[in-house]
């Protein structure tokens, strides 16, 4: 149980365009979504948590206009790099609670690679 | 904020051998510590946790151990094999304030090198 689906899995696009990142729990609803972003062999740095329903909370330096969230059901948040650059290039987590102090269930990341 | 440091950066091993990873955390309201196994690619996956309750867990060739005092956590790895090979991470996470899901802060990671 607890299966957390991240898609696509890789992005390779030209700077200046938008990307979007879905992330799907497919047997549990999560009440939070998080998302990371994760630099080569770096540690996981959260970047927003996202109830449902609600606006995302984001953590100091990150950009909200930059990296949007909507979390629009129990089962399904999605992460849109706008107007992405080279510099945005990285691997990006995300994961899903159910609340209840459980621990959060991630997914297998997406590699987003702007040229 | 929670600080988590983890040691060592890198290990590596011989298939049998026993692997310890180490990780210190500075805030004493942590009381939730889960362990994550990040292979190659993918996304991390939590192979064990410990509550500030409990001072030992064990499953199978996997440990953890908690010392709630010196604010400490270690993963134990017993008879490694190959496929134990990937980067694992600590975290640390306090009770949540509304009654959520854990938010924990993570070690910088261990890559885990097992030869055959």
């Known amino acids: 149980g607890a299966v957390v689906s991240q898609h696509p899995s890789r992005v390779i696009c030209k700077s200046g365009t938008s990307v979007k990142i879905e992330c799907r729990s497919l047997d549990f609803q999560a009440t939070t979504m998080f998302w990371y972003r994760q630099f080569p062999k770096q540690s996981l740095m959260l970047m927003a948590t996202?109830?449902?329903?609600?606006?995302?909370?984001?953590e100091q330096g990150v950009e909200k206009d930059k990296f949007l969230i909507n979390h629009a059901s129990l089962t399904l948040s999605t992460l849109t790099v706008t107007s992405a650059h080279p510099e945005d290039s990285s691997f990006y987590i995300c994961?899903?609670?159910?609340?209840?102090?459980?621990?959060?269930?991630f997914g297998d990341g997406t590699r987003l690679s702007i040229l | 904020g929670e600080n988590v440091e983890q040691h060592p950066s890198t290990l590596s091993v011989q298939e049998g051998d026993s692997a310890v990873i180490k990780c210190t955390y500075s805030d004493s309201a942590s009381n939730y510590f889960p362990w994550y196994k990040q292979e190659l690619g993918k996304g991390p996956q939590l192979i064990i946790d410990?509550?500030?309750?409990?001072g030992e867990k064990k499953d199978q060739r996997i440990a953890v151990t908690l010392n709630k005092t010196a604010k400490h956590f270690s993963l134990h790895i017993t008879e490694t094999q190959p496929e134990d090979s990937a980067v694992y991470f600590c975290a640390a996470s306090p009770a949540s304030s509304s009654g959520g899901s854990y938010i924990p802060t993570f070690g910088r990671g261990t890559s885990l090198i097992v030869h055959p």
């Open positions: 996202s109830n449902e329903g609600s606006k995302a909370t984001y």
């Open positions: 410990i509550r500030s309750n409990v």
């Open positions: 994961s899903a609670g159910t609340g209840g102090k459980q621990p959060q269930h």
